[in-house]
C-alpha cells in the first residue's frame, strides 16, 4: 500500500515550453503532498507544500509563477514548469503523507521526473 | 531551525564488510521523527526506517540494524554483510510534527553514497 506515481519519468522540452508533471496518490488519499527538487550529487530541496484545495506553500527562494502547483483532488496534485529554461533541468520528486499504518510507516515518494530543457 | 549533517560524503566497502553510515541531527523539538531512505541510481526514493523520539530502541531489520542515541542526536545505521545491490545514495531525515507552516516537512541531510565493491 501507500503507492505514489508520478509522470512522466522523463521529458526533454524545448526553451520557453511549459511541463506539468503528475503526482498521483493510488491507494490513499493525501491532503498533503510535497515537491522537491534535486541536483545532480545533491540532497533532496524541498519546493513546496501542496494542500488539497487551497494555495501550495511555497519555499523561501521558489518562484510561485515559475512552477505552479495544482491540488484539486484527494489523490492528484501538479507542478508545472512554466517558461521552461535550461537552469531549470534538474530531477522532480514528488512525496506524499500516507496515513498511518501501524508502527513502521515513512512519507512515499514518487520515482522522479528528470527534466531536461535544451 | 532543523538540521541534518551526514558528514560521509562517500563510502566505498568491499561486499561482505559491514558499513556504518552515521546522521547527526538538531532539533529543538522533543517530539520528531527521523528516517533512513535509500536512493538507488533510478532515482526513486525508498523508505527504510521511522523512528520516532520517543522510542529509543534499536532496530534490526535483516542486514540492516539501527542505532538511536538521543543523548548525541544520532541515527546511525549499520550494514553487515555489504552486497552490491546495497549501493546508493542513503538519506537520514527529520520531521517535526505540529500544526502551522512547515507541519510535517522532511528536512533531509545531504547523503552518503555507499559504493559496494565486488
Known amino acids: 500500500g501507500a503507492v505514489v506515481s508520478q509522470h512522466p519519468s522523463r521529458v526533454i522540452c524545448k526553451s520557453g515550453t511549459s511541463v506539468k508533471i503528475e503526482c498521483r496518490s493510488l491507494?490513499?488519499?493525501?491532503?498533503?503532498m510535497f515537491w522537491y527538487r534535486q541536483f545532480p550529487k545533491q540532497s533532496l530541496m524541498l519546493m513546496a507544500t501542496s494542500n488539497e484545495g487551497s494555495k501550495a506553500t511555497y519555499e523561501q527562494g521558489v518562484e510561485k509563477d515559475k512552477f505552479l502547483i495544482n491540488h484539486a483532488s484527494l489523490t492528484l496534485s501538479t507542478l508545472t514548469v512554466t517558461s521552461a529554461h535550461p537552469e531549470d533541468s534538474s530531477f522532480y520528486i514528488c512525496?506524499?503523507?500516507?496515513?498511518?499504518?501501524?508502527?513502521?510507516?515513512?512519507?512515499?515518494f514518487g520515482s522522479g521526473t528528470r527534466l531536461t530543457v535544451v | 531551525a532543523q538540521k541534518v549533517t551526514q558528514a560521509q560524503t562517500e563510502i566505498s566497502v568491499v561486499e561482505k564488510e559491514d558499513v556504518t553510515l552515521d546522521c547527526v541531527y538538531e532539533?529543538?523539538?522533543?517530539?520528531?521523527?527521523l528516517f533512513w531512505y535509500k536512493q538507488p541510481p533510478s532515482g526513486e526514493l525508498v523508505f527504510l526506517i521511522r523512528r520516532n523520539s520517543f522510542d529509543e530502541q534499536n532496530e534490526i531489520s535483516g542486514r540492516y540494524s539501527w542505532n538511536f542515541q538521543k543523548s548525541t542526536s544520532s541515527f546511525n545505521f549499520t550494514i553487515t554483510a555489504s552486497q552490491v545491490v546495497d549501493s546508493a545514495v542513503y538519506f537520514c531525515?527529520?520531521?517535526?510534527?505540529?500544526?502551522?507552516?512547515?507541519?510535517?516537512?522532511?528536512?533531509f541531510g545531504k547523503g552518503t553514497k555507499l559504493s559496494v565493491i565486488p
Open positions: 512525496s506524499a503523507r500516507p496515513p498511518p499504518q501501524g508502527k513502521n510507516y515513512g512519507y512515499t
Open positions: 532539533t529543538r523539538d522533543t517530539t520528531y521523527y
Open positions: 491507494d490513499f488519499q493525501a491532503t498533503t
Open positions: 531525515a527529520l520531521m517535526i510534527p505540529y500544526s502551522g507552516a512547515g507541519s510535517y516537512q522532511l528536512t
